[in-house]
Every structure is written in C-alpha cells, then in structure tokens.
C-alpha cells in the first residue's frame, strides 16, 4: 500500500492551496480517507476525513469553515482544498487510510491502518 500525498509549498496567509494524495495497492474505496497535520513540536492532530463513498465528510472545528475533502474513487484520489490559509495551519499535512469504509468518524491518528509520507505547508503573514 502506498499513499502519495503533494501540493504543499510556501505560500502567504490568505492564499489557497489544494493539497492531494494519490492511493495505490488497496482497494480505494473500501477505505475512509483522512488529513491529519503536525505543527514542530506538537503533536498530529485530525483535520478532516471522508467516508468511502464521499457523502460523509467530518472537520476539525478549527478549520470546519474553511477547508474542504473530497475524493474521487475513479483516480484512488483524495483532496483537501485550503483557501484563506493562516500562519497556524503551518505544518506536515498527512493523508491516512482507515480500514472502515464507514470509519470517518475516527480522530486518533493509531486508528488508521496507513499513512502518507506527509507534504509539508508553510504559510508566512
């Protein structure tokens, strides 16, 4: 199973950023998908996730407003669409596969079975 996440960069607060994870070696659609992300010195945290079939989608109340997942289960593909970004959702965003289809509702990173290799963002005020 691989996980292929890209799209990150430099950018400035207030700019948008797609961000994307390309899936190989699993059944795509068998699988939840998620975006965590990790800030230096803190922990990863949940940012978003999507049910299987894209009708479910779930955020963290800090970005519930602004970001979007999506997917699409034709290319095994899995987005997460950033505008008005802030100097705070500087970090290393990760997609993650959870073994559910229906597992969406999963925050706890240990929860889901695998990982990207993470795509680093850094937005400057």
């Known amino acids: 199973v691989q996980l292929q996440a890209f799209g990150g960069g430099l950018v400035q607060a207030g700019d948008s950023l797609r961000l994307s994870c390309a899936a190989s070696?699993?059944?795509?659609?068998?699988?939840?998908m998620a975006w965590f992300r990790q800030a230096p010195g803190r922990e990863r945290e949940f940012v978003a996730s999507i049910s299987w079939s894209g009708t479910t989608t779930y955020y963290q109340d800090s970005v519930k407003s602004r970001f979007t997942i999506s997917r699409n289960n034709a290319k095994n593909t899995v987005s997460l669409q950033m505008p008005n970004l802030k100097p705070e959702d500087t970090a290393v965003y990760y997609c993650?596969?959870?073994?559910?289809?229906?597992?969406?509702?999963?925050?706890?990173?240990?929860?889901?079975?695998?990982w990207g290799q993470g795509t680093e963002l850094t937005v400057s005020s």
């Open positions: 993650a596969a959870h073994s559910s289809p229906e597992g969406w509702y999963h925050k706890v990173p240990a929860e889901y079975a695998y």
């Open positions: 070696g699993l059944s795509f659609s068998d699988y939840a």
